[in-house]
């Protein structure tokens, strides 16, 4: 089975004019920032992004490549989608204007189709990461990305119903540090059940809370049917039903 390369793309922000990061946190906080107002604040001193940087709390923006689309989410917009190959993209359309390409990272392979991912990024949009739910500190691009990675490259796990995500070592810690920040501070507007739990969307994001009766070990029979390989589902052991019963999101 084909493999594709699940890449992270690395902006810094600020670099082509820095943003109001202070500004924005306490927009954030105060519930007068809408994501897509503080991302557009003002232009901060130029001295701002250096000391940023050397507390290792510069601002970031990523978005995700696989199959030669790039996946990315933003305020007013959603999840955003592109053809262009990374060498040509333009930071329009995949990052502020006033940011800096800075790197890739491979974060690992998928076996994903194109369809299976097209159906991860549809749940992805239709249950948290829709042009209204971003918000700078709690649900930002850094958030979709590692969620949306999450998804591909630990696919079957997730989509069996485990409940236990692995991290992936590649992805950068730092790249959200300033907003994990903000979230510690409280900066959630009095909401904190529309913070992103990165773990519990990314099972979301492969079926898995609403797919009981899955192979453990792999794709659902339909998935395997349509691949031209075995189409008989696997009978589920009384303690894997057990098991299952207890992952069913509580009404």
Known sequence: MAVEDVILHIYELGSGGAPDVNGALA??????????????????????????????????????????????????????????????LRLDEHAPPSSTYLQRVVLGT???SRGEVNEVVLRMRSAKFNDTSYHLLNRNCNHFTRTMAKTLLFYDRLAGGNAVVPEIATYPKWVNRLARTGTWWGCWNGTP???CDVDREAV????????????????SSAGRAAGGTSGKKKELTEKQKRALSKLKPKR
């Open 110 to 112: 998928t076996d994903l």
């Open 204 to 219: 979301a994001a492969a079926g898995g809370t609403d797919r009981v009766g899955w192979d453990l070990g792999g794709r």
């Open 27 to 88: 927009a954030a906080d105060d519930g007068a920032g809408d994501a897509a107002a503080a991302q557009q604040a003002a232009p901060a001193p130029p001295a701002l992004l250096p000391v940023l940087r050397n507390i290792g709390m510069a601002p970031y923006h990523t978005s995700l490549e696989v199959h030669g689309k790039v996946y990315s989410f933003a305020a007013g917009r959603g999840v955003v989608q592109s053809n262009h190959p990374p060498s040509t």
């Open 193 to 195: 059940n529309l913070i």
